[in-house]
């Protein structure tokens, strides 16, 4: 059964902490994503990744930073974590061509406090 | 840019009566579509894709949805909802050319009432 492995289901953190989250494909997919879900705000893409090392911001990448040293292993890095970033975070990966869709993680709930 | 809109950010239905969740669409070129569904404090789970000739599509847990060309939408139906289907669900789209990313609806919260 292919898979995208958080590293987390729950996690809590004080402000000014680093956090990192993991996130792991078994799939051989390109494409990896960091996407964080609030009520009401729907999805929203944090960073992104078409190739190991590589690396693009998505729509609200201020406050993240995020590594891809590995084809199947892209984290999450919260340099300082604060109480606005408590969130769910989700990761997602994908093969290049469009016609596959993503295949997500289960969901990091992370609460800042 | 490829956009989704879904009509209707909480939708709710008796057990045992359709479920008919709204997707539109912008775009001249049919793209590919994809319903996911989103149980609570879970990831987004792929219920069903658009991505060939057959417009009328089956996913899992008996929903279906059929791409409509002329009205732009991807609409999301289930003819008899049950309890377990309560959840969020996302319409999401991707260009047939090179683009290698989805375009999320913002969701539907469906609630299932007893």
């Known amino acids: 059964d292919v898979k995208v492995t958080q590293s987390s289901r729950y996690l809590v953190k004080r402000t000014g902490e680093k956090v990192f989250l993991e996130c792991v494909q078994d799939m051989d997919h390109e494409n990896m994503f960091w996407y964080r879900q609030d009520p009401g705000l729907g999805l929203r893409l944090i960073y992104f990744?078409?190739?190991?090392?590589?690396?693009e911001k998505g729509d609200i990448p201020e406050g993240y930073s995020v590594s891809r040293e590995k084809k199947e292993r892209f984290s999450l890095i919260l340099e300082s974590a604060s109480t606005n970033q408590t969130s769910m975070y989700l990761c997602?990966?994908?093969?290049?061509?469009?016609?596959?869709?993503?295949?997500f993680g289960s969901g990091t709930r992370l609460t800042v406090v | 840019a490829q956009s989704v809109t879904q009509l209707g950010s909480h939708v709710s239905v008796s057990e045992g009566a359709l479920v008919l969740l709204r997707c539109n669409y912008s775009s001249s070129v049919p793209p590919y579509l994809f319903w996911y569904v989103q149980y609570p404090n879970q990831g987004l789970q792929l219920l069903l894709k658009y991505t060939s000739a057959a417009t009328l599509v089956k996913g899992i847990n008996g929903f279906e949805a059929e791409f409509k060309k002329s009205e732009t939408s991807f609409h999301l139906t289930k003819p008899s909802a049950h309890m377990r289907d309560a959840a969020e669900y996302f319409c999401?789209?991707?260009?047939?050319?090179?683009?290698?990313?989805?375009?999320f609806g913002s969701g539907t919260q469906l609630t299932v009432l007893p």
């Open positions: 990744s078409y190739d190991v090392k590589m690396k």
């Open positions: 997602a990966s994908s093969f290049s061509q469009g016609n596959y869709g993503y295949t």
């Open positions: 999401a789209v991707s260009d047939r050319g090179s683009a290698r990313q989805l375009t």
